[in-house]
């Protein structure tokens, strides 16, 4: 008794779990969830990372999911359901149904109903009863399916994030032209991996040739884009023209291009030997303001020197103070802070080509390059979630595009005359299907006089 | 001197207020006659309307769909365009005039004080996705408009049958099981056109930024006006909900719509918001 007390309270817990009854109550607290993470400032952290919204968001795709199994089934029996047995009775049960007399033979009578009824694209069977001829006219049998594969593509998008959430990447790298990434986690300038990442580095590089500007009249930059190399094995095996929209991808790697850009000045850094110190680009950081700004700070490895640099690129003094006319590198010039320790040691202008001298040390701006910053992603879990909107998009479309409708006409002898019992019925848009039966009765009446 | 673009779109303005004038004195004052006098200034006023839209289109370089002047020169244009087809097509849908017009006008003229700077056109939006994101996200609108005018008009109907005091106004519109009919197939055709944008927009934000979902606030709005309608049709179609009842969660579900559209980049920074808030 127990057994099947519990048997009981098991299926009627499994019935609800998988009853779209419950999804007209999840869908309604999902949305509500939504409208208070949209609402508060930090949603996406407090809200959409939650446990509880997760809990939710899986409550309501199990719910579609195991609705969607038990739609399957429906839609198989309804699909393939035997043939109903059309009896006068049968018809005069339906909603839409009429009777017509016919004064002509059978045969013409069988020959006025499939005219009607093909016009209007129904696919027509034709059998015999006990009662007399039999047609059955349908159209949209397959119409259900459309619901069951829509709802079936949910799973398809939630494997997709369970996927990308589990095993993706996302980092930033900035290159110099000229420099060469190699793809490995240190590398990065940030990344985050998921859990279950592991070790997909892959060890290709990717050297950046040129960095691309188009600027506007105040020199400001409109549009970005890079000419990337991809080599592996120390052979090039790809080259692709970075811009927005068409980043470069290899071994699942997506590179991205940012707007993210600045310069980066060439040190030289001599004794008073003339010995070389340092050689090297700084890569400055591009602080955004109303007017852009390319500055950084920097030390010099094996000496005591702090660096402050600030790069104009369209350089002007004014006064003791440089400004920059443009963003277009005409006449490039850096403001300078040199410290040794605590103690400043050098302070000023110094243009390209030009030195500062420190310390019996002189510090040579000799050149500059351009540097971007790159969005890497690989996340496996994109394809199958947008296969997933595909099927739902195919799925909808066809579901709605696709109603099943059933006309029965039986057709009975009766004092030499023919009877034509006639009814019909849709599984949705009931008033325009009772609208387009009417309509198809008064054909079959008109062309019956 | 005024821009042609200006002078155009007053134009159309001024001739849809008419049309709506009309419109609401045949039905009020039960003078069938003067419906398609309504009916053809409206589709005179949309030759301005799409001179404007084409002069817009020129003088910025792209399609007007960034800041709220171009997103409503567009959205107005397309809901018009679809309810004049319709109810070409079908003339019992010709009631929905009395919601679709003062609805478009009123958008129309509110954009006028709106700002008109051309904003170009960044980098990122230069895709086939955004036209079809964008396209897809104005059919959906248009669709949503006229759903929730025939479903007013069934509200009010309906309210005039319950009373029993059905006035001539009321007699005039089509059957309230019409008047139900089409506010859910509205409603459906615009939720399939909305999940088109959506899905669009995140193939288009994948390719632009690297991401397909990011619970951006214009990404969350659309999500949650497209789960309403969701739920609308699962009342509809699995609990048999009809008339005012399943109206009520139309509405809620257009109003999302819109607070997605127009709301959000108002009062927030995101992706849209750039190009909104000017």
Known sequence: MRAMERKS???????????????????????????????????????????????LTFALFLNTLFCTFSRTRAAWKITFRPAPKVSPRFIQDLKNHDEITYEGSLGEAIQLINSVLSSRRYRRTQGSTQEGISVLAEKGRFGIWGSVIFHMSFTVILVGIIISATTNLRGSIGLIEGETFTEQHQNYRTIKEAPLFGQNHQGFQVRLDKIYLTLDKDGQPTDWSSDLVVLDGGEEVKRHHVVANSPLTYKGFVFYQTPRYSFSPLFI???????????????????????????????????????????????????????????????????????????????????LNQSAEFLGLRLTFTGFRYWADFLVVRDLGIPIVFAGFWVALFGIVWRFWFTNKNIWVLLTEDAGKIVLNIGGKAERHKVLFSR???????EIKGRCK | MISWEIAMFWTAVVLYAASTVLFVTSFVFDKPGWEKWALGLAGVGLAPHSVANFLRWIAAGHAPYLSFYEVTLSLTWFAVLIFLLTQWRYPKMRAIGLVVLPVSFLLLAGAILASKEIILLPPTFRTIWLS?????????????????????????????????????????????????????????????????????GAIWANNAWGRYWAWDP???????????Y???????????????KVAVVAFLAIIAAFIAVYGVPLVTKTIHSLFMAR
Do not use: M
């Open chain 2, 132 to 200: 079809i994101h964008i396209s897809f996200n104005k059919l959906a609108l248009s669709c949503f408009i006229l759903g929730a005018g025939a479903a007013i008009l069934y509200i009010l109907k309906e309210r005039s049958e319950r009373k029993g005091r059905v006035k001539n106004f009321y007699k005039q519109l089509p059957d309230l099981a019409d008047l139900d009919e089409l506010s859910y197939r509205f409603n459906a055709a615009g939720f399939i056109f909305f999940g088109i944008t959506i899905i669009a």
């Open chain 1, 9 to 55: 309270f098991l299926n009627r817990i499994w019935e609800f779990v998988k009853s779209r009854r419950l999804s007209l109550y999840l869908l309604p607290i999902f949305v509500l969830a939504l409208i208070v993470g949209a609402l508060l400032p930090q949603g996406s952290t407090y809200v959409f990372s939650s446990w509880w919204f997760t809990a």
């Open chain 1, 269 to 351: 850094l001599r004794d008073s030997d003339g010995n070389v110190l340092y050689n090297a680009y700084v890569s400055l950081s591009l602080v955004e303001k109303r007017r852009p700004e390319f500055k950084d700070s920097f030390s010099i490895p094996g000496t005591p020197l702090k660096v402050k640099v600030q790069f104009y690129p369209d350089a002007v003094l004014v006064g003791k103070q440089l400004e920059t006319k443009s963003f277009i590198p005409k006449k490039p010039a850096l403001d300078l802070e040199v410290k040794a320790g605590k103690e400043r040691v050098f302070k000023g202008p110094v243009w």
């Open chain 2, 230 to 244: 969701a739920l609308y049709l699962h009342l509809r179609l699995q609990r048999g909900w009809r008339g005012g």
């Open chain 2, 218 to 228: 214009i990404e969350t709005w659309s999500l949650i006006a497209w789960l309403t």
């Open chain 1, 436 to 442: 387009e039966f009417t309509a198809i009765v008064e």
